[in-house]
């Protein structure tokens, strides 16, 4: 949830609200066709406290979406619940990797407040060191006579 508290009046896509004689007319499909659904496991109505079965619009939609798949696309039950199950696994995935993007962005943000102070903490009477490069030349000195440069490889 969003951390807000949420007005117990306040009907949503999810809200159980209709009964199954109102449910079959509004997907217009048999209320027996319904129980079918449920016996299925297709489309599972919460139920009351008589075990009446209560409908949301998302299950409406749900229905609707079955009936098109039934007859327009030729799909028999059995696939249908497979796509449904699969379709409710994707959109159980998204979620997850949108939380988990969320979790990722806040994680980067505090990676980078955290390096910002680190920077912010470095002296600045400090130099950075440079480490010299290594050569294969070699240098003789020799007292009161000028430099020879000698390469040995």
Do not use: F
Not at 8 to 31: C, F, K, M, N, R
Not at 116 to 133: F, G, I, N, T
């Amino acid at each position: 949830m969003d951390g807000r508290r949420r007005n117990p009046y306040e009907l949503t896509q999810d809200t159980p609200v209709y009964v199954i004689s109102v449910a079959a007319q509004l997907s217009g499909l048999h209320p027996q066709t319904l129980r079918q659904y449920d016996r299925l496991g297709l489309v599972s109505p919460d139920r009351t406290a008589g075990r009446g079965r209560r409908y949301s619009a998302r299950d409406i939609e749900l229905l609707r979406q079955v009936q098109q798949l039934s007859q327009d696309e030729g799909i028999n039950l059995a696939g249908i619940k497979r796509i449904i199950e699969l379709e409710n696994q994707v959109a159980a995935l998204q979620a997850r990797v949108a939380e988990l993007e969320d979790a990722l962005d806040g994680a980067a943000a505090a990676m980078r407040q955290r390096e910002a102070a680190v920077h912010a903490s470095y002296r600045r009477d400090l130099v950075p060191y440079q480490e010299v490069q290594q050569t294969s030349a070699l240098v003789v000195w020799r007292p009161n006579s000028p430099p020879r440069y000698e390469c040995r490889s």
